[in-house]
């Protein structure tokens, strides 16, 4: 916990000395008598302790307000960090067909986005220094997670996507390249990059590909594209050959902007090509990271108040003074 004002903190070395003034001048009396000899038999009883109970709740009650002028607060994360100075987009496929359960795993067959997903997961993972945002597409192309630090929200994010939430019957590969590039055409990195997965060919979206690959060349990015589907099952199920990536288009939009293409086309090639792309993207810088905060400041006006009004109805009923 810190305190977003701690130099108010010094008004709690004020309530001593107040509290010492306070006795010094003594509390009124509650009787006033014109001889002490008429109160002279009264003179062995003593003051009750309940009033200076009383008066303690009191002082506790200004020291906890106190406490809430400071603002107190529990910080969730650290204000700067060491970053790689990458900024990367993620744009993945969530198209129809990447329901496809062409990849083996322990023997089971494993669909193309649940593949993708825990790799995907690994990958961020394992990159905690970068900036990493994502997109997907199918249909038409939409921003999942702006660029961020926080990975655990990113990381959130992917594991709620799934086919179906987004419309998934066509896949706007140029409309999802254009989509990341939106997102990092303003930002100062010193390297910006675009994974790009998909299972298919081009075949909605209102951008070609190859223009947004010529726009990406422009802008500095390059763009890493991974081709989903193992052929053989593919034929082995019958289906036709759009349940299979354009591997001509993949490698020329990687080619035109300075990335590479790799073919997944089983389980572990898939898990070496992320590794493959965080080897060949390093560098560093120094970054920013924004904290979130809990505020406590209701509690303690609450807890305040609850000091506050414990003594005040001690004072009215059980602890009552006389008159």
């Known amino acids: 916990m810190i305190f977003a004002h701690p130099w108010l903190l010094l008004l709690l070395l004020l309530l001593p000395v107040l509290a010492w003034l306070k006795g010094r001048r003594g509390a009124p009396p509650a009787f006033v008598y014109s001889s002490v000899q008429l109160v002279r038999a009264m003179q062995n009883i003593h003051r009750s302790r309940f009033g200076g109970f009383l008066g303690s709740l009191r002082w506790l009650a200004l020291a906890i307000f106190i406490l809430a002028l400071a603002q107190p607060r529990l910080m969730k994360s650290t204000t700067e960090v060491k970053a790689s100075g990458i900024d990367i987009v993620a744009a993945l496929d969530l198209s129809g067909s990447m329901t496809t359960g062409d990849y083996i795993v322990n023997g089971q067959q494993v669909s193309r986005i649940d593949m993708a997903k825990p790799v995907l997961e690994k990958f961020i993972e394992g990159r905690p220094n970068d900036r990493i945002g994502l997109v997907v597409f199918a249909a038409q192309a939409f921003i999942a997670t702006p660029l961020t630090l926080d990975h655990e929200y990113l990381l959130e994010n ?26 990092l055409s303003d930002l100062k990195a010193k390297s910006k990059i675009i994974v790009l997965m998909t299972d298919g060919g081009n075949n909605s979206g209102k951008i070609d590909p190859a223009t947004a690959a010529e726009a990406a060349k ?8 991974i081709g989903l589907g193992n052929a053989d099952i593919v034929r082995q199920m019958g289906l036709p050959p759009g349940y299979l990536p354009d591997e001509e288009t993949l490698q020329k939009i990687a080619d035109k902007t300075g990335g590479k293409y790799y073919r997944a086309d089983n389980a572990e090639k898939f898990k070496k090509i992320y590794d493959e792309i965080d080897k060949l993207e390093k560098t560093e810088a120094s970054v920013k990271k924004y904290t979130q905060f809990t505020e406590l400041f209701p509690w303690f006006v609450a807890a305040g108040l609850a ?17």
């Open 218 to 225: 422009a802008l500095g990015v390059k763009i890493y594209t």
């Open 158 to 183: 992917v594991d709620r996507l799934g086919i179906g939430t987004i419309n998934s019957d066509a896949t706007a590969i140029g409309d999802g390249i254009m989509t990341a590039l939106n997102r």
């Open 307 to 323: 000091a506050l009004l414990i003594e005040f109805v001690l004072a009215q009923t059980a602890f009552r003074r006389l008159p």
